[in-house]
């Protein structure tokens, strides 16, 4: 059984930074890539970035470009996201995901990922 766990979030005020780890469990995915989304109170959920198994490519939204920086640890099974320079409306619910399969990190979306966390709260304070 797949679990992928969440954790790292909480409550900062804008300008500070958070560092969200997932960590999965079940099976590994030397080939699927990773990615973070989110969803903040009556929004769709919405892509944050993505990473390919081996590391070495990336893709962010461009609400977070230059901010945010995905990373990942295959050894671990982990998936990292260090977000900086955080902003109120960054407050969301940030959800770790595993695509189905292979596939260009710019065709990522909500509906090409197989297996989901139950995500953690990040507040940003004014």
């Known amino acids: 059984q797949v679990q992928l766990v969440e954790s790292g979030g909480g409550l900062v005020q804008a300008g500070g930074s958070l560092r969200l780890s997932c960590a999965a469990s079940?099976?590994?995915?030397?080939?699927?890539?990773m990615a973070w989304f989110r969803q903040a109170p009556e929004k769709e959920r919405e892509f944050v970035a993505a990473i390919r198994p081996s590391g070495g490519s990336t893709r962010y939204a461009d609400s977070v470009k230059g901010r945010f920086t995905i990373s990942r640890d295959n050894a671990k099974n982990t998936v990292f996201l260090q977000m900086n320079s955080l902003k109120p409306e960054d407050t969301a619910v940030y959800y770790c995901?595993?695509?189905?399969?292979?596939?260009?990190?710019?065709?990522?979306?909500?509906?090409?990922?197989?297996?989901w966390g139950k995500g953690t709260l990040v507040t940003v304070s004014s």
């Open positions: 995901a595993v695509d189905r399969a292979f596939r260009p990190l710019d065709t990522i979306v909500v509906e090409s990922m197989e297996y």
């Open positions: 079940g099976r590994t995915f030397p080939s699927r890539a």
